[in-house]
């Protein structure tokens, strides 16, 4: 025989999580999801008991009454009181998940077609976060892996056991930041700041996505957060500042340089397919009527400053974003040289890091 199943057990049921608040929304869903059992098991079995003893073949008669006040006064303050006694614990837990005073950590997390960008404000690091599920296995090309389509190439890393204050704004449409395991959901509004919070008391990888209809790539929004201790979380950190800025330095080195077309084609193919492709297709054909092709399109075989204007600048008004703060400038030029000598363009022209540069430097 099979054995009994708690609700708790379920495995349809709300998630526990791993966050004090995400144990007291767990909570009140259950003592909610209790009184309507309760409420229903109380209803029709009255329902069901008036049926069976008040039924013609007994010769019951039915009663007349209209308008009792007694009954309308019963049936108005017994959902009253069952209400205030739901409403009093929810509102509790409600004013906790609002409060975010007193953070340990504030990062700012912008959502944009299709990705999230973290920005720790206490320490002025920042970086995306994108998609890491092979295009072969999206194809269907290579068989799905556990974690399919809740992969990225850069977690959001969270010391456990501090107040992590979340600030949410958007650059294009409305997303959505929801992570259950923390109990978070909060949407991300173009012009606008929200706030959430989280104190994470496990370390581990817990996973999310974007739960707002943002466009055709929302499926592949993921959210993957890495909550370490304190001392790992540091190191952690230390290593990133010092990464970032030997990547500034490797940037201003390659201004004095120029890249090969070899190898300005082999890494703006990789930077083609990884941000580029999903819009406007890996045969640089586009999608017709949503997005143009790059193929002989006169923006990648016309005026090269153009072209790598409405890369880092993106275009108001359609899907495409600006890049300048996405990409590095080496990745920049490899991907322009690319789109300009890719599927049969040749231009023959080659971009460098310094071109972009000085561009981005004369819009500001």
Request: a negative charge; one cysteine or more; glycine letters at 6%.
């Amino acid at each position: 025989m099979p054995s009994f199943i708690s609700a708790e057990e379920m495995p349809l049921n709300m998630t526990q999580g791993v966050t004090a608040i995400s144990q007291d929304v767990y909570q009140l869903h259950m003592t909610i999801f209790y009184i309507c059992c309760v409420i229903g098991v109380l209803v029709f079995g009255v329902m069901f008991w008036s049926i069976i003893h008040h039924r013609k073949s007994k010769g019951v008669k039915p009663a007349q009454f209209h308008e009792s006040t007694k009954v309308e006064i019963l049936w108005t303050a017994l959902p009253l009181l069952i209400l205030v006694g739901m409403a009093v614990p929810a509102t509790q837990v409600l004013i906790n998940m609002e409060d975010t005073t007193e953070a340990d950590v504030t990062i700012l997390v912008t959502g944009s077609q299709w990705k999230w960008h973290y920005k720790y404000l206490d320490d002025d690091v920042e970086f995306y976060s994108l998609l890491a599920t092979p295009r072969a296995e999206i194809e269907n090309k290579l068989a799905k892996t556990e974690n399919y389509l809740l992969e990225v190439d850069r977690p959001l890393v969270l010391p456990i056991g501090k107040k992590v204050r979340f600030l949410m704004t958007s650059d294009d449409v409305i997303h959505s930041w929801w992570v259950p395991a923390f109990a978070v959901k909060k949407d991300a509004n173009p012009g606008f700041i929200n706030e959430a919070w989280t104190r994470i008391d496990e370390a581990g990888t817990y996973r999310g996505q974007c739960a707002e209809l943002c466009g055709k790539d929302h499926g592949f929004m993921p959210i993957v957060v890495v909550a370490k201790s304190e001392a790992e979380y540091n190191t952690w950190l230390a290593t990133l500042k010092t990464t970032q800025a030997e990547a500034k330095a490797e940037e201003q080195k390659l201004l004095a340089m120029s890249m090969s077309m070899e190898e300005l084609m082999a890494e703006g193919e990789q930077v083609y397919m990884t941000s580029c492709a999903a819009c406007h297709q890996p045969n640089g054909e586009g999608l017709a009527g949503v997005f143009p092709g790059l193929k002989g399109s006169p923006l990648t075989i016309g005026d090269v400053g153009a072209h790598i204007d409405i890369v880092i600048h993106g275009k108001k008004g359609t899907a495409m974003q600006a890049f300048a703060k996405q990409l590095t400038l080496k990745q920049l030029a490899a991907v322009i040289t690319y789109e300009r000598n890719a599927w049969g363009n040749n231009t023959g022209q080659l971009v460098q890091p310094a071109d972009v540069d000085a561009r981005i430097k004369s819009a500001i």
